[in-house]
T-cell receptor, first 110, second 112 residues
Framework: GESVGLHLPTLSVQEGDNSIINCAYS??????FIWYKQESGKGPQFIID?????DKRQGQRVTVLLNKTVKHLSLQIAATQPGDSAVYFC?????????FGAGTRLFVKA | NAGVMQNPRHLVRRRGQEARLRCSPM?????VYWYRQLPEEGLKFMVY????????ESGMPKERFSAEFPKEGPSILRIQQVVRGDSAAYFC??????????FGEGSRLTVL
């Protein structure tokens, strides 16, 4: 069945360092992948997305990498800031619905 | 440009009562999605609706749960005869032509 999973439940990084959050997916038919950020008590917020015809996409301080061969997705955050502390979800869409992974909690140490 | 609006933000119900959660999509969006989130867990898909149509309800429990998105007014997620296991945050999202989801701030249901 469809599933999106994350390798690590928590990640702790020093302020200013780069963060890498990983995600594995299992549905080969998924053609659209999204990263969301969720702060405590709030709804998920779109960060960046990528379609299956690409392997890399860059935003402001964030980069998403897609490896379709091993069904792996990663989110890279450059120069991590305290405001980046949140839970990050990868999500996949192969049709009508978007399926979320369990999430990785990012802690940023000052 | 208002985002996705959900209300109530917090709802307390006793076992056996009904809960009604409302969601107004972003202006111009005609697709609505409902997700449930338990503490420290991911978002679980429940249902996808367009105006007056349920497109995919594969994530909805077979009993007590229903959803609608009428021609006029907000989308409603209705939970009848609530039980403690229904306690969760319920998020609504809407999407437009690009397919990108925009989420509301959620409705947090507590069943006593």
């Amino acid at each position: 069945g469809e599933s999106v999973g994350l390798h690590l439940p928590t990640l702790s990084v020093q302020e200013g360092d780069n963060s890498i959050i990983n995600c594995a997916y299992s549905n080969s038919a998924s053609d659209y992948f999204i990263w969301y950020k969720q702060e405590s008590g709030k709804g998920p917020q779109f960060i960046i997305d990528i379609r299956s015809n690409m392997d890399k996409r860059q935003g402001q301080r964030v980069t998403v990498l897609l490896n379709k061969t091993v069904k792996h997705l990663s989110l890279q955050i450059a120069a991590t800031q305290p405001g980046d502390s949140a839970v990050y979800f990868c999500a996949e869409n192969g049709g009508f619905k978007t399926i979320f992974g369990a999430g990785t909690r990012l802690f940023v140490k000052a | 440009n208002a985002g996705v609006m959900q209300n109530p933000r917090h709802l307390v119900r006793r076992r056996g009562q009904e809960a009604r959660l409302r969601c107004s999509p972003m202006k111009g969006h005609s697709h609505v999605y409902w997700y449930r989130q338990l503490p420290e867990e991911g978002l679980k898909f429940m249902v996808y609706l367009q105006k007056e149509n349920i497109i995919d309800e594969s994530g909805m429990p077979k009993e007590r749960f229903s959803a609608e998105f009428p021609k006029e007014g907000p989308s409603i997620l209705r939970i009848q005869q609530v039980v403690r296991g229904d306690s969760a945050a319920y998020f609504c999202a809407s999407s437009g032509p690009t397919g990108e989801l925009f989420f509301g701030e959620g409705s947090r249901l507590t069943v006593l």
